[in-house]
């Protein structure tokens, strides 16, 4: 027995006999006919026990004993386990005391054994025929209470009276032991259970059971904490039994003391100095899958009843006593409303792996992708949906730029798929088969937010500028007006869009209306997201000046959450919902950097036991990808062309190459461990920009001060290189295999997690400085309710406390700070403002000008920035027809192939008026796009990624507008002695073929005491 819940029937106080003259009858009528009865008349279903109703398993298991168990303890089911050379068969059930919604975390575990092959009449009427035997324990060694009219007292006292805490204060040892049976454990597994009541054994002698863990193979829990996972004790015993088996010893405690060790008084520990257990069996658990088909099912069907026995072993006591009417009713009433036939069960069930069934029945659905993507663009009405999937066909040349040459908004589509009670997908729920109604609501507060001086999860973060409020000068009580906030919108149907009601167009910034974007959806009811214009402005009239904290100033990027009601033939289905990010542009919209937001959300979340590691390393999935992103960046930045592009000296994708780098012989393993140790590592390689990726980091400043000055891949990733570089991967590279390019080309199984995937690695992770679409706080589990998930903010509970002037370390690591739920706006409010000012800062070769020092030896492309969605340098439509032209000489073509112009070229040369320039310019600039390369040449690749659909006029661009090498120089903020300094970097930089930019560059300075 446990501790039922206040009942709450709703006809009245039931009439219940005295305690002191009908325990048995009163707690029957309390157990059985109010609290689980009052269950089943609510639609429980399957109707369940009155208590220890949250199964965490069932497993079966064999009873051994020992060849030499001496003949005075081979007693009833004993003696048939030592007459059993294999042992009996036993079924074991693992349970916690509450209901199954509760968490587990300190509830009180309960274990129920039903051995098969024990014949022989039973104390429960009408089991004379049946062959099994039961035992009952938990994870305490006493009971709360002493008798059955203690425990009928104490359960009217909560199912009646509506509370324990009376009897409770008048009972200090039962209130002691309830507290001390809410304890932790971590596995069902590795817990020590009694039997807690004592039991004859024999005609003359009394016992009581133990059950001791005697190991687990392997023995590693679930990776799944136990104050996050509500459900950790069944994931803990799933995760053990797959990778092996469990045993425990039985023990009996013999009664040596009759006063010490009464029998009827359940509250009293027998003293195991007094009476040390002795084992007699070894209960094993072979390695199995608990969620095999019909498994659970088989062991929620069981009754367990100690009076279910021979009488060898019979339950003694007035609590026993009591338990023989109470726990046979309530499987009678349970079996009976479940239509299971009210007999202990035949033969034990076999350990048998069924072919897997499909459950259609859907009972929970989730908006797909998780995170969804779009992206400004200034065409007054076209746009392209973003990608579905890893590599998406490429689009026919001129696909991202409308007739006008202005550049197309990046749409998302976002489903919703329905689940089976396994979390397996059954459907896409569209408008065939569901009723959607989609609700989004979206927000920009980046103005009324606070200042990106450096990523504030760093150590380094403690040494730079502080994070102020932006518009500091705006008043707390007039900030709101500093948020766009137009509201939710709703959507509902097919083919919908142009309505005003679809719009996020009354949102203001300063009492000035700007459009966040609008809600569309397709033929099959799927919502379609379109964010802002790329409109970015100032009520000041101030030029921008700053490339992150412009105050005055606001643009149209948004964030916010992603509903969806869905009903499918008038039953409410519950969804788990999504998040919309409105981003800037991407000018390589084919290309993904080598640590994408993917990797970098999955391997916080495999750190943290949310995602388990993958047990294989397929070097198509987890070590090809890295080495193509370095490859492909060749189109955007000229120093990676000649380190990684066609023809460089680390071509990973030449045939060869990649024949060789996909063999896990022997003969392979030097070329895989120069690769992998090329990877970045910041306790070996500190500030060094030679290793790989040469890519800026989130400490980005000049001088560099920190390793995180450059990036480095995940951890996870880092860790599949070195295990391929062992040559622990599959070689499963195929050249001839071409991926999915298209949702519907990937197995229906997959498309959910497809979607998440596809929409996250398109984004980056690389700098968070403070990055392109997303920054640091996507690498906080806090910040999710799943993974990939983002965890909604209740929009019915207070705002957030305010933070005070300045943001900092201590605020954002507190337990209401502002990387747990979230609200709409509170993703992209880390970003700059505006947007354009910090992609115009964004460029690769940054330089520093000390003039005590001089300059060092650098490359002037190396180390970058974005070039994924931010190209530095590219191939231009000039230089790729002569590349294709075949009727030229083969030097001038190949030279034409190596020449790489600046993207940003159209842009002015000095920095204030590039950053201002990109405000109103950036739909003119090109964008990379995929072209077939010539055929006459291998020197040449098969396909090439040229800068196209430029918008600004074709005539040659003035002196002022060639590639640019960007160098800091910290005296240009000197009014006095900056023009001197900047001349003089200028000169001593000596690059005759590059025009260079000098000045104070913000961006580059972000510590407090940099030079």
């Known amino acids: 027995m446990g501790t039922p819940e206040p009942f709450t029937e709703g006809a009245g106080q039931p009439q219940l006999p005295g305690c002191a003259e009908g325990a048995a009858v009163a707690l029957k009528q309390m157990f059985v006919d109010m609290t689980q009865g009052e269950r089943i008349s609510r639609g429980q279903e399957p109707a369940k026990r009155p208590v220890f109703l949250k199964p965490h398993g069932v497993a079966r298991g064999m009873l051994t004993v020992s060849p030499d168990l001496p003949p005075e303890l081979r007693l009833g089911f004993l003696q048939r386990a030592h007459e059993q050379a294999e042992g009996l068969t036993a079924w074991v059930r693992f349970s916690s005391d509450t209901v199954p919604g509760a968490p587990d975390l300190k509830t009180t575990l309960g274990l129920g054994i039903k051995l098969f092959g024990v014949p022989g009449p039973k104390l429960l009427e009408g089991d004379n025929e049946a062959t099994t035997q039961d035992l009952l324990l938990q994870n305490h060694d006493v009971f709360f209470v002493d008798t059955a009219q203690d425990m009928c007292e104490f359960t009217k006292a909560g199912v009646v009276d509506g509370s324990y805490e009376p009897y409770l204060r008048d009972h200090p040892v039962t209130r002691e032991i309830l507290d001390a049976m809410a304890k932790f454990e971590e596995s069902t597994l590795t817990a020590t259970y009694w039997g807690v009541l004592p039991y004859a054994f024999g005609s003359e002698r009394f016992v009581k059971y133990k059950l001791v863990p005697a190991g687990c193979e392997p023995g ?41 060790m009464p029998l009827d008084k359940a509250t009293v520990r027998w003293e195991e100095s007094g009476s040390v257990p002795v084992k007699v069996a070894r209960l094993t658990l072979q390695k199995q899958d608990i969620t095999a088909r019909g498994q659970a099912a088989y062991g929620e069907n069981l009754a367990y009843n100690p009076w279910h026995s021979l009488v060898e072993h019979r339950p003694v006591g007035s609590i026993a006593e009591v338990r023989r009417t109470v726990y046979r009713a309530s499987a009678e009433q349970r079996r009976d409303v479940n239509g299971i036939p009210a007999t202990e069960p035949g033969p034990a069930r076999p350990q048998i792996t069924p072919p897997p069934g499909r459950d259609t029945r859907i009972v929970r659905a989730a908006v797909h992708p998780a995170i969804g993507v779009a992206r400004v663009g200034d065409s007054a009405q076209e746009y392209f949906l973003g990608p579905e999937v890893d590599h998406p066909a490429a689009q026919p040349t001129g696909s991202y730029k409308d007739d006008t040459g202005a550049l197309k908004r990046q749409a998302v589509r976002f489903r919703v798929y329905g689940y089976n009670a396994a979390g397996e997908p059954v459907a896409e729920l569209t408008a065939d088969n569901a009723d959607l109604r989609w609700t989004v609501h979206v927000v920009n507060s980046k103005a009324a937010w606070y200042q990106f001086q450096l990523a504030l999860d760093i150590p380094e973060a403690a040494g730079a500028m502080e994070s102020n409020l932006r518009n500091p000068d705006v008043p707390a009580a007039q ?4 948020v766009i906030d137009p509201g939710s919108r709703s959507v509902r149907g097919r083919n919908r869009s142009g309505k005003p009601e679809y719009r996020f167009d009354t949102g203001t910034f300063m009492e000035r209306p700007v459009y966040l974007g609008e809600l569309r959806t397709d033929d099959s009811g799927r919502l379609i997201f379109l964010g802002g214009r790329g409109v970015s402005a100032t009520v000041t009239g101030k030029p921008a000046e700053d490339f992150a904290n412009n105050d005055g100033w606001h643009d149209d990027v948004s964030d916010g959450p992603v509903t969806a009601e869905v009903s499918i033939a008038g039953r409410s289905i519950p969804v788990d919902p999504g998040w919309v990010v409105t981003a800037p542009p991407s000018y390589a919209p084919e290309l993904t950097s080598v640590r994408t937001m993917y990797d970098l959300m999955r391997d ?5 036991g949310l995602l388990p590691e993958p047990q294989q390393v397929s070097f198509t999935q987890e070590v090809l990808p890295v080495l193509r992103r370095l490859c492909e960046l060749q189109w955007v930045n000229q120093g990676l062309a000649a380190q990684f592009g066609h023809g460089g000296r680390e071509h990973f994708l030449d045939p060869d190459r990649l024949v060789a780098l996909a063999d896990p012989s022997p003969a392979c393993r030097e070329l895989r461990r120069q690769v992998w140790l090329m990877m970045r590592d910041y306790d070996r390689d500190g500030t060094s920009p030679v290793p790989w990726p040469a890519i800026y980091g989130d400490g980005m400043s ?27 991967f599959i070689a499963d590279y195929d050249p001839q295999a071409v991926p999915p ?19 996250l690695s398109f984004c980056l992770a690389d700098a968070f400085h403070p990055g392109c679409e997303l920054t640091w706080p996507m690498r906080h589990t806090s910040l999710y309710s799943g993974p990939f998930r983002v965890r909604h903010r209740d929009p019915s509970a207070p705002p957030p406390r305010p933070y005070g002037p300045t943001l900092t370390q201590d605020a954002i690591r507190s337990f209401d700070g502002p990387l747990h739920s979230q609200g709409a706006g509170d993703l992209t409010r880390w970003m700059a403002v505006p947007w354009q000012t910090d992609t115009a800062s964004c460029k690769s070769g940054y330089e520093f000008l000390a003039l005590t020092y001089g300059f060092g030896p650098y490359d002037p492309y190396l180390p970058t920035f974005w070039p994924a969605r931010v190209p530095n340098q590219v191939l231009a439509e000039e230089e790729y027809e002569i590349v294709v032209d075949t009727s030229r000489p083969m030097t001038e073509r190949l030279a034409a192939f190596n020449k790489r112009r600046s993207w940003l070229r159209w842009l002015p040369g000095d920095y204030s008026g590039s950053i201002n320039a990109m405000v109103t310019d950036f739909g003119k600039l090109g964008v990379v796009e995929r072209r077939p390369g010539p055929t006459d040449d291998p020197r040449f690749p098969a396909e090439i990624l040229v800068e196209s659909e430029v918008s600004f006029p074709r005539e040659p661009a003035p002196p002022a507008l060639r590639n640019l090498v960007s160098v800091h120089v910290p005296l240009g903020a000197d009014p006095v002695r900056g023009p001197a300094a900047m001349a003089t970097a200028v000169t001593m930089a000596d690059l005759p073929d590059e025009m260079v930019s000098a ?12 030079r």
Request: proline share 8%; aromatic share 8%; no cysteine.
């Open 604 to 608: 916080v979340f495999v750190t943290n």
């Open 479 to 482: 900030r709101s007006r500093l």
């Open 741 to 759: 390019v298209s949702l519907d080309d990937v197995p229906f199984s997959q498309r959910p997690q497809t979607l998440d995937r596809a929409a």
């Open 999 to 1010: 000045g104070f560059i913000s961006k580059v300075k972000r510590f407090r005491h940099s």
């Open 220 to 260: 590693d829990p679930a990776a799944v904490p136990a104050d996050e996972d509500p459900t950790y004790l069944s994931a803990d015993l799933r995760h053990r039994l797959a990778a092996g088996s469990a045993a425990f010893d039985l023990m009996l405690q013999f009664r040596t003391d009759p006063e010490r």
């Open 702 to 728: 000049l001088p560099p001060q920190t390793p995180r000055h450059h990036v480095t891949l995940s951890s996870l990733q880092y860790r599949l290189l070195e295990r391929w570089a062992r040559g622990d």
